[in-house]
């Protein structure tokens, strides 16, 4: 399994670019996640998905779309690339549990960089 | 609203030494507990985590934990660590079992120094 992968890896942006970061979990996860993480700050939800179709904000998701057409891809859509979008983003899994306490998975990260 | 604290932003370790990452938490429901880590350029990994049962949790790569409800407190613990151990760890909590929406620590930055 290759578990959680992501791409790009790193990207440059000009202000008012859009891009998507791809995300893909082999794993048959129900759950998946987008996080922001900026230095010092940890690790900012952004939007979730409990299923394919289902899908809602986190703590940061202005600026982002997201969309579930499938279990396996969680895209996040950047329309208007900011200065304040320059982050590292992580896509993660997880498999819903009795009694919650999942594991999430994690992808290793895209690396956005806006000019 | 609940909270996480990781006390120490960054600590300074030499090889072998015993080390503790600490993180306290605010909340007056059950929770759950985990310590992920984060290693230079990669994502996070699960180290260990704390559903219910006994308050003292083994993980990878010789880590423990231990569940202090009276405290508030799930500290991390390594006996001896080693300069593969240097990384970002990050305390994290979810709240009545509703794992869709994570909260975490700011992390701490532990580096193993020769």
């Known amino acids: 399994n290759a578990g959680v992968t992501q791409t790009p890896k790193f990207r440059i942006l000009k202000i008012g670019q859009s891009m998507t970061l791809q995300c893909t979990q082999d794993m048959n996860h129900n759950y998946m996640y987008w996080y922001r993480q900026d230095p010092g700050m940890g690790l900012k939800l952004i939007y979730y998905s409990v299923g394919a179709g289902i899908t809602d904000k986190g703590e940061v998701p202005n600026g982002y779309n997201v969309s579930r057409s499938t279990t396996e891809d969680f895209p996040l859509r950047l329309e208007l690339a900011a200065p304040s979008q320059t982050s590292v983003y992580f896509c993660?899994?997880?498999?819903?549990?009795?009694?919650?306490?999942?594991?999430?998975?994690f992808g290793p990260g895209t690396r956005l960089l806006v000019l | 609203a609940q909270s996480v604290t990781q006390l120490d932003s960054q600590v300074p370790v030499f090889e072998e030494a015993p080390v503790e990452l600490r993180c306290n938490y605010s909340?007056?429901?059950?929770?759950?507990l985990f310590w992920y880590v984060q290693y230079p350029n990669q994502g996070l990994q699960l180290l260990l985590k704390y559903l219910s049962g006994s308050t003292l949790v083994k993980g990878i790569n010789g880590f423990e934990a231990e569940f202090n409800k009276s405290q508030t407190s799930f500290h991390l613990r390594k006996p001896s660590v080693h300069i593969s151990d240097t990384a970002e760890y990050f305390c994290?909590?979810?709240?009545?079992?509703?794992?869709?929406?994570?909260?975490w620590g700011l992390g701490t930055s532990l580096a193993v120094n020769p």
């Open positions: 909340s007056s429901v059950s929770v759950y």
């Open positions: 994290a909590v979810s709240v009545g079992g509703n794992n869709r929406k994570l909260i």
């Open positions: 993660a899994s997880s498999q819903e549990i009795t009694g919650g306490g999942e594991t999430q998975y």
